[in-house]
């Protein structure tokens, strides 16, 4: 998958020794996520932009920890709180109990000041100190674990001090340029930045991607001897190479075969061309899972996503978030489903937006559907046309199949929710909870007005407002009892025709003739 290149062998290293989860021992991860992304131009720190609905910052995080395990350091600077919290949320739990250790760059002095602020979090110059660092740039979504695996495999066996990796661009304009020693076998003499660049040197395609290895007793006294005198008086972390060259110690390189790997996201070009790779990463993971999707290109599945085994996806369809999909599912076009748990064979039509819910096996939804953060739908149950729900949980077998609002409500199984129904949930102030018993009948056009019990086996006759709690198995009914008066209707009628197209309908009843009108017809 890769070329390297390495200077003399020196010293003798031991070999990368893999502990049971495949994590490489005495290695320690540094990800630099402080900068302000200015090219951005957002009112958003850079690595917080998501990438398939995950925080940028999160790909490196992720893959420091697979390789690494507990030993990650993140330095963090512009907007710390949000992207210590984005961490924090997304490794709780996740990390085996360890949690990434963060740490603050208060200035945004460079990459190298970056870099040294991780000193204190792994006791260097200590016993039990890492022995290797492995550094990542924030803002490489689609920096993958085999390269990186293999950027530690060659910085071993060549015994570098230093292993980078790099990509040959047609258009390199932006990266910082790496400047080979004269001889091959010397390896990399140093990396120059693209703004210090002279024109010889900004015409070299083979850039630094940000990826590095360095050996633990070489990383922080290097950084040390960093100065500022550069084009952007920053710290550059890409200066310890020049140290170590000159030092007469080794510089390995790893080149991609595929340079769109190591894709630097600095603008919004940048990040939508990282949004339609990661994209289609995520697809053909989940294609090669056995999903069917009927159109890959317009499906959109975030890289939170889970979707089980023999599940069909039609196309646009958005699935987003810690979206988890069972097997045997048919998710019809247009629909979009953001924090849902969907059992197995469920089936959702077209049209139906599903936020922080939970289905249950063998449910049935759509089309048009709108579920609103906290409904459970229970197995078998089946939500139809122009239903809305929020805070509702449908039992087992229940069915609300149009036109309904259900919210703040208990219901329980094999209930009958009539067309049209409405819990009034809400005074203006408070809101209020509604409880259904099981096998409940709701005629059509019923008003729950909340706080409200119906008891098991009730039944709700057709547009009924209710208003006090009904008893198991009663009837309740409250209707303006209907009055019909004969001929009525045709009286209209005959009066609307003769009012010549002026009134149709005139508004009051037409029981007599009002005057006016008698006039005319004399
Ligand atoms: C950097 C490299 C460049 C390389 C490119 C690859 C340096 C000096 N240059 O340039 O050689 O080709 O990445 O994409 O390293 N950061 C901090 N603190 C700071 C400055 C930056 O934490 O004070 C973080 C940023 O949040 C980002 C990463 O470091 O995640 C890289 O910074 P960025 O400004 O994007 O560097 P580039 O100019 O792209
Ligand atoms: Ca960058």
Not at 37 to 56: C, D, F
Not at 209 to 217: A, I
Not at 335 to 347: A, K, P, Q, S, Y
Not at 480 to 496: C, E, F
């Amino acid at each position: 998958m890769s070329r390297s290149r390495a200077t003399e062998a020196s010293t003798v290293k031991k070999p990368v020794s893999l502990d049971r989860q495949g994590k490489i021992a005495g290695l320690a991860v540094i990800v630099m996520a402080a900068g302000l992304g200015k090219r951005m131009r957002s009112k958003q720190a850079k690595v917080l932009h998501p990438v398939a609905g995950q925080a940028m910052v999160l790909y490196s995080v992720g893959l420091g920890l697979r390789v690494a395990g507990d030993r990650v350091a993140v330095v963090v600077g512009h907007q710390a709180d949000m992207v210590r919290q984005v961490i924090e949320r997304a490794t709780s739990g996740k990390s085996g109990g360890f949690s990434v250790a963060i740490v603050e760059q208060r200035e945004q002095l460079g990459t190298g000041h970056a870099v040294l602020q991780s000193r204190p979090v792994f006791g260097v110059g200590k016993r039990g100190a890492p022995s290797g660092y492995l550094i990542l740039n924030g803002d490489t979504p689609l920096l993958q674990e085999a390269t990186v695996r293999e950027l530690l495999r060659v910085h071993q066996a060549e015994r570098a001090t230093v292993t980078i990796l790099t990509a040959v661009l047609d258009d390199a304009s932006g990266y910082g340029r790496v400047v080979r020693a004269p001889s091959a076998e010397r390896g990399v003499s140093r990396i120059v930045e693209d703004r210090d660049a002279n024109a010889e040197e900004q015409s070299i395609r083979e850039i630094n991607v940000g990826t590095y290895v360095v050996d633990g007793e070489f990383l922080f006294s290097a950084l040390g001897k960093l100065d500022p005198s550069n084009a952007q008086g920053e710290y550059y972390l890409t200066d310890i190479i020049r140290l170590a060259d000159r030092a007469g110690r080794r510089v390995a390189a790893v080149i991609l075969d595929n340079p769109d790997e190591g894709l630097g996201v600095n603008t919004r070009r940048q990040l939508a061309e990282a949004e339609q790779v990661v994209r289609q990463q995520i697809r053909d993971r989940w294609l090669d899972a056995g999903v069917t999707m009927v159109d890959p290109a317009s499906t959109w599945i975030d890289a939170t996503v889970t979707i089980g085994k023999d599940t069909v996806l039609y196309p646009n369809v958005t699935l987003e978030g810690a979206t988890v999909i069972g097997e045997d599912c048919v998710l019809r076009s247009h629909t979009r489903l953001t924090n849902c748990m969907v059992g197995n064979r469920v089936e959702i039509l077209d049209h139906c937006v599903l936020v922080d819910s939970h289905i249950e096996d063998d449910a049935h939804l759509g089309p048009f559907v709108h579920l609103r953060p906290g409904v459970v739908v229970r197995k078998k149950a089946k939500v139809g046309n122009f239903v809305e729900m929020k805070k509702t949980d449908l039992g087992e077998g229940s069915k609300a199949n149009h036109l309904s609002y259900l919210g703040d409500t208990k219901v329980g199984k094999g209930v009958n929710i009539g067309a049209g129904t409405i819990t009034c949930n809400y005074d203006g102030v408070q809101k209020f909870q509604t409880v259904i018993g099981d096998g409940v009948f709701l005629g059509s056009d019923t008003q729950l007005v909340a706080p409200v019990t119906v008891g098991a086996g009730a039944i709700i006759a057709a547009g009924t407002t209710v208003t006090e709690d009904v008893p198991a198995n009663a009837l309740a009914i409250a209707r303006v009892p209907q009055v019909n008066r004969a001929g009525w209707a045709a009286r209209r009628r005959a009066l609307a025709t003769e009012a010549q197209g002026a009134h149709m309908f005139p508004a009051k009843a037409p029981k007599k003739p009002a005057k006016s009108q008698s006039k005319k017809r004399r």
